[in-house]
T-cell receptor, first 114, second 111 residues
Framework: AQSVTQPDIHITVSEGASLELRCNYS??????LFWYVQSPGQGLQLLLK????DTLVQGIKGFEAEFKRSQSSFNLRKPSVHWSDAAEYFC????WGTGNQFYFGTGTSLTVIP | EADIYQTPRYLVIGTGKKITLECSQTMGHDKMYWYQQDPGMELHLIHYSYGVNSTEKGDLSSESTVSRIRTEHFPLTLESARPSHTSQYLCASSELYEGAFFGQGTRLTVV
């Protein structure tokens, strides 16, 4: 069965520090992987996606993610965090072969301190 | 500009009322979804559609119903609202390889 695990419920980083948010997935076939960001009271915005090819993908707002098949991971990174990055982050896997659905993790809440 | 729209953004309604949450997309996507999300919590899929006249229930049991008469329109209806329906409802659409695109959400409060 498909599933996504985000081990960190909440992370606090200082502004300017680097960031890594963890995501592990369980999926029997080649995964389609996504990271989304959600600001309070808003919908989800797509940060980046991986389908195939280069395992390091670049997204919007300076984010990148690396797909590691051997570890079933798709961690999100940013070299230098800005205060405006404080939000909820969701990892998702797209399961096209079984109902064309998206399976979301439980989210990681990011706090940025001055 | 291609987008996905939800109305209303906020709704406070009394118990027992019938409500319809609207969702429209201009991207021409066949697949559309409704998710329910409590504040700060994960998303739960309650309904999805592969195209016109196609609707399926999601993983989370819901007393709501949906319809898909036109590709761009996917409304969600609660026949009799209850306080337990208080939540945020997110509509999304997608096409293969593009990921899901979300509306701004409707925050529903049933009093």
């Amino acid at each position: 069965a498909q599933s996504v695990t985000q081990p960190d419920i909440h992370i606090t980083v200082s502004e300017g520090a680097s960031l890594e948010l963890r995501c592990n997935y369980s999926y029997g076939a080649t995964p389609y992987l996504f990271w989304y960001v959600q600001s309070p009271g808003q919908g989800l915005q797509l940060l980046l996606k991986y389908f195939s090819g280069d395992t390091l993908v670049q997204g919007i707002k300076g984010f990148e993610a690396e797909f590691k098949r051997s570890q079933s991971s798709f961690n999100l990174r940013k070299p230098s965090v800005h205060w405006s990055d404080a939000a909820e982050y969701f990892c998702a896997v797209g399961a096209w072969g079984t109902g064309n659905q998206f399976y979301f993790g439980t989210g990681t809440s990011l706090t940025v301190i001055p | 500009e291609a987008d996905i729209y939800q109305t209303p953004r906020y709704l406070v309604i009394g118990t027992g009322k019938k409500i319809t949450l609207e969702c429209s997309q201009t991207m021409g996507h066949d697949k559309m979804y409704w998710y329910q999300q409590d504040p700060g919590m994960e998303l739960h899929l309650i309904h999805y559609s592969y195209g016109v006249n196609s609707t399926e229930k999601g993983d989370l049991s819901s007393e709501s119903t949906v319809s898909r008469i036109r590709t761009e329109h996917f409304p969600l209806t609660l026949e009799s609202a209850r306080p337990s329906h208080t939540s945020q409802y997110l509509c999304a659409s997608s096409e293969l390889y593009e990921g899901a695109f979300f509306g701004q959400g409707t925050r529903l409060t049933v009093v």
